[in-house]
């Protein structure tokens, strides 16, 4: 069974400064990776998603995302952190062969803060 | 275009009273799907539907029930509310599954429910 794991419940960074948070997953064969954020009294958005292709996939609001398949790593970065940023991001898995839509995991979110 | 509406935004509930969370979408999406999300949890699956007339149990179904008479809505029934119910529930949906490559979910802003 495929599973995702946050290992920081919570993420600080000063305004400007580069931010990064992690993701790593298990699944068998190839996984879909999901990032997914929740600004506060909101549901879920949709940032970016890596199927197949370039390591390094860009999203929404100048995120992006480097998939490591050696260290089933999916980590969520941006340059230069904006006040705006600061929300609970998630990350989710899912495998290729179990596209139902049952098989979509989610980790526990990783708050971020970006401190002015 | 207002894409997946929740209500209500807030409920309080006495143990063992039953509520109806509504949930429409007007993208015409083939799938929904009920989230909980409780701090440090993540979101947990509690039922999904394919389409109109199918619905299935996701990862924590028990003391929900669902419907899906019309594409457009898929509400959640709490038949005995219980503390462990407690919850902020979301609403998503999304054209193909979720899991899928071109499939994002779209997300309700919740309900945040109370057992007392």
């Known amino acids: 069974a495929q599973s995702v794991a946050q290992p920081e419940d919570q ?36 940032l970016l998603k890596y199927i197949t292709g370039d390591n390094l996939v860009k999203g929404s609001y100048g995120f992006e995302a480097e998939f490591n398949k050696s260290q089933t790593s999916f980590h969520l970065k941006k340059p230069s952190a904006l006040v705006s940023d600061s929300a609970l991001y998630f990350c989710a898995v899912s495998a290729p062969h179990q ?3 049952n098989n979509l995991f989610f980790g526990t979110g990783t708050r971020l803060t970006v401190i002015p | 275009n207002a894409g997946v509406t929740q209500t209500p935004k807030f409920r ?39 389409g109109a007339g199918i619905t299935d149990k996701g990862e924590v179904p028990n003391g929900y029930n669902v419907s899906r008479s019309t594409t457009e809505d898929f509400p959640l029934r709490l038949e005995l509310a219980a503390p462990s119910q407690t919850s902020v529930y979301f609403c998503a949906s999304s054209y193909n599954p979720g899991t899928s490559y071109n499939s994002p979910l779209h997300f309700g802003n919740g309900t945040r429910l109370t057992v007392t």
């Not at chain 1, 993701?23 to 909101?42: A, D, E, I, K, M």
């Not at chain 2, 949930?23 to 799907?33: K, L, R, V």
């Open chain 1, 11 to 46: 993420v600080n960074v000063a305004e400007g400064n580069p931010l990064t948070v992690k993701c790593t997953y298990s699944v068998s064969g190839n996984p879909y990776l999901f990032w997914y954020v929740q600004y506060p009294n909101r549901g879920l958005q949709f």
């Open chain 1, 99 to 101: 596209t139902g839509a």
């Open chain 2, 12 to 50: 309080i509930l006495k143990i063992g009273q039953s509520m109806t969370l509504q949930c429409t979408q007007d993208m015409n999406h083939n799938y929904m799907y009920w989230y909980r999300q409780d701090p440090g949890m993540g979101l947990k699956l509690i039922y999904y539907s394919v």
